[in-house]
């Protein structure tokens, strides 16, 4: 589906640290998908001097800093700093790079700042081969709030033990393919994280707004002043007081698409705290559909939603028709409804589906987006394996149906480096070497067609230990 737009994310302060798993046991495909997923994460962010600032550090034999956290203080020269990253492999020195980390988080060398948050990101396929737990608590000891995105087996109490707590919030398991999924809630945890000291808004609406600022005074030590204007527009200045028990306010009635400077004034009979100001910026009316996606895509069918709904929508009417092609068919959907199942295509075409919102005052909004269907029966069937002596098994399958242009073949294996091996569309079987005794590691088998990846199958193969009789074990994935 396509990504949409995100708005730029101001009003944060915050050293961000990403912890990369560099070492041999990824692969070249997962570190790229890594990469990728790191970019998406910090890319609506403002970057600079009191804004957000950015570092790398490579988990490897040795652990490196890939850049300083003061460099790149735009998204354009961050973006090709990231993609410019490249895997250093060696050993998987989690500990080593931990207890580097910590240098570095609070080291003016390091561009890092002090009195700002500090936030630690760690990115692993879930092994290590050395102790992470002290240097973990170190950090966490300082104040780092960790997060961590585990993309491999990973034991679940040793990496919920090294994350901030709770876990379910700073913890999150996901196959490499499917980062973009965590992607959106892991960016405002951490947002949550470097906004906390600061005056911000949230809850940004097209007509309001809501401030949130720290904790500065109490209902017997004074005030606060809010004072907002659009900005260059200083004649339309409005003044709001709460008491100095309030650490939040809404300003309502703005003007949508527009621009406010905000300045906090806490007036304490106590103590002096300087003014505090913020730029914030109202949304766009709000118009339907803003997003079409595209989801459980078959031989003959798929989904398409649409966001957001709205009052004040009457319906919707669902265009869909093979490209190219000039045939065109029409659904039509109620307007508190905002998904539709679109049946009886064609396997192994692209359509252009085009989602038009009939609003009740008679104004139309119209988005497209493309889908494809698979081919009919488009999966792996029957993965099997063979022992070829020790530590090699033969992986073999038969062949998917379609016009199929190759299989994807991943090893994840329970200890050393996991494989991706692409073959051509007349080999079904492959070699796979380096399978340690008494381990159990996953194979899955991918068919990749012209449009997209068919369904893969994936199977669980245990290597009994050198100890037992020779041979292997595999169990159908649960």
Known sequence: PPVGLQPPISNSEGDLLFLLDSSGSVSYYEFSRVKEFMWDLVRPFTFGPKDVQTSIIHISTTPTMEFPFDRYLSSGTLQQAIRDTQQLMGDTNTGKALSYAKEKLFSDEAGARPDVPK?????????????ISEPMQLLKDMGVTVFIVSTGRGNYLELSAAASQPPEKHLHFVDVDDLPIITEELRDAIRDVIQANRLH???ITSSSFRLMWPELLSQETGYYTIEYAPRGDAARKRTKQVSGAHTSLTLSNLAPETTYEVALIPESNVHYFPPQTTRVTTLAEEISPAQVLIS????????????????SVMGYQILYGPLPGNSVKLLEVDGEHNSTVVENLAPNTTYLVTVTAIYKSGKEKSLSAKACTQEEGSKVRHLRFEDMGPNTLKASWDSADGKVLGYRVRCRRQ????????VSPQIH??????LASGTTNKVCVKPMYKNQAGKGLCRMVHMQPATEAQGYKHRQRP
């Open 296 to 311: 459980e895509s078959g031989p003959r069918s798929f989904h398409v939603s649409w966001a957001p709904t709205l009052e």
């Open 415 to 422: 200890t050393g480096p996991s494989s991706v091996i692409s």
């Open 119 to 131: 936030v630690l990101v760690w990115v692993t396929d879930g092994f290590s081969t050395d102790d």
């Open 429 to 434: 079987s492959v070699l796979l070497t380096d």
């Open 201 to 203: 808004a949230v809850d």
